[in-house]
C-alpha cells in the first residue's frame, strides 16, 4: 500500500523464502513509504484443511496460520528529473533523444540544437565546423572569428603534435589547424606563449575545439627576437 492505495504486482518466491517483487511505482519526487503485507483470503486459502483431516489437531495447526504477521514497511525515494531530462509530467521524467537536449530538469519539453551545432541528446551540445563553445554543457555557440580554427575534432593531430617522438613539421604553419599546436619550434621560437598555448590546448582539446582565446592569441605576431649589435 501506497498512501492509502492498493498497487498489484507480479511476485516470485524462492524455496529460501524470499519474495521478489515485479512492481513499478509512479509518483511525483518525494519521499514515500511502501507497506507490504499477507491478504486474509489467501491465508485462508493456503490453510484449508483437506477433507478426512479435521481432527482437532488439523484445527489447531490451521488456526496458527491464519495469525498473519504484521505488515513489512519499505521507505522509496523518488528521485527529480535531471538534466538531459525534462519534467513531461508532474510524476514523469522524459530523456532527450538524439537532436535535442536538456540543461533545465524543470522545463517540460527538450530544446532543439542551437545555431551552429548538433544535440546528440543528453546534456551535450557539440560546435559544428567554424564554431566553438567553451564547454560540452553549454547552449552559447559562437562562430570562430578564424574558421579554420574550427574545423572538427583534431584530437590525434593534436595528440601527435604534442609528442616528443612526433611529426613536427606538420605542427608549424601558422596557416592551418594542424599549427595551432605548440611544437618544439615553436618553443624555442616563443617559449612564454608556446607555454600559454599548450596550456589552454591540454584544457579543451577533449572538447575537440579552441577557446576565442586560444585563437586571439595565434593571430598576433610573435615578438622578434633581439639582435646583437655589431
Known amino acids: 500500500m501506497l498512501d492509502g492505495q492498493l498497487f498489484l504486482g507480479s511476485n516470485l ?66 528521485r527529480s528529473c535531471i ?4 519534467t513531461a509530467a508532474p510524476d514523469a521524467c522524459e530523456e532527450c533523444l538524439a537532436g535535442t537536449f536538456s540543461l533545465a530538469p524543470s522545463n517540460a519539453t527538450c530544446d532543439g540544437a542551437p545555431a551552429g551545432a ?29 574558421p579554420a580554427a574550427c574545423e572538427g575534432n583534431r584530437s590525434t593531430l593534436l595528440a601527435s603534435c604534442s609528442s616528443p617522438a612526433g611529426p613536427q613539421w606538420t605542427c608549424t604553419g601558422l596557416g592551418q589547424f594542424s599549427a595551432l599546436q605548440c611544437s618544439s619550434a615553436a618553443a624555442a621560437a616563443s617559449p612564454a606563449t608556446a607555454a600559454v598555448l599548450v596550456g589552454v590546448l591540454h ?19 610573435a615578438p622578434a627576437l633581439p639582435t646583437a649589435a655589431v
Open 13 to 78: 518466491t524462492d524455496a529460501s523464502g524470499h519474495v521478489h517483487l515485479s512492481l513499478k511505482v509512479r509518483k511525483p519526487p518525494g519521499d514515500y513509504k511502501l507497506s507490504f503485507w499477507l491478504m486474509q483470503e489467501l491465508l485462508e486459502q493456503n490453510s484449508a484443511v483437506p477433507d478426512g483431516q479435521n481432527d482437532s489437531s488439523s484445527t489447531s495447526n490451521s488456526s496458527q496460520m491464519l495469525q498473519a504477521p504484521g505488515p513489512a514497511n519499505m521507505n522509496l525515494h523518488v
Open 83 to 86: 538534466p538531459g531530462e525534462v
Open 118 to 146: 548538433v544535440a546528440p541528446g543528453g546534456t551535450v551540445t557539440v560546435p559544428k565546423g567554424g564554431y566553438w563553445s567553451s564547454e560540452l554543457r553549454s547552449n552559447q555557440i559562437h562562430r570562430c572569428p578564424n
Open 203 to 221: 584544457t579543451y582539446v577533449g572538447h575537440g575545439r579552441l577557446l576565442l582565446l586560444l585563437q586571439q592569441q595565434l593571430l598576433v605576431p
